[in-house]
Each structure stands twice: as C-alpha cells, then as structure tokens.
C-alpha cells in the first residue's frame, strides 16, 4: 500500500508554503540536521534525545508491565496516596491482573 503525503499550501494561491526552522539564540536559520528532540525537566534546561535514542525506545514498547521489585509501604511519599489510579488489563489479560489484586 503506498502512503500518501501532502504539501502545505497558501489557500489564497495555492503555492507551496516552506518551514524554516530558527535559532533564537544565534539568530539564524538552521538546517534540520541539526535538530535534536529535548524535554523541558525545568525553565531553560532539557534533557535531549537524538532520533537513534527515540527509535530504540519504540522498538522496546510492549503491552507489557515488569515488576521489578516491591518496596516497603513507608518508603511511599504520602503525596502519592492523594489520588487513586487504576490499572486494568485488556481483555483476554485478566487472569494475569488478578494475580496482582490485594485479596
């Protein structure tokens, strides 16, 4: 099956729009190539990631949860325990969840 791709278009003329990607911080435009995808973790700073680094973390998405470990209830932060969140298994995965309930 082939894909299908659009262009961006002026609506008042039909013709062809470009994207420039801009630094602010040197004033000019920059290639894509240089691009890397970053998370803001505070105001100004970001934790970066190269395209390489996203790919693998696709390849390694599954449906699945691994517990690791337990840990003891009072090392729990109490700000956790504000709001409930329920996690519930697709179906035909509700065997493998209810081993998982408090009894």
């Known amino acids: 099956m082939k894909s299908v791709h659009f262009n961006l278009l002026h609506a008042k ?22 691009l890397v995808h970053g998370f803001q973790i505070e105001k100004g700073q ?34 956790y325990f504000a709001s409930a969140y329920f996690l519930a298994a697709e179906s035909g995965a509700t065997k493998a969840y209810h081993l998982l309930m408090p009894q």
Request: charged share 35%; net charge negative; hydrophobic share 40%.
């Open 13 to 34: 003329d039909d013709s062809r729009i470009q994207e420039k990607i801009y630094c602010l911080a040197e004033n000019k435009a920059v290639d894509r190539s240089e």
């Open 46 to 79: 970001y934790v970066t990631f190269t395209d390489e680094e996203l790919k693998k973390l696709e390849t390694s998405a599954s449906h699945e949860i691994e517990i690791l470990q337990f840990i003891p209830i009072a090392a729990v932060d109490p700000v």
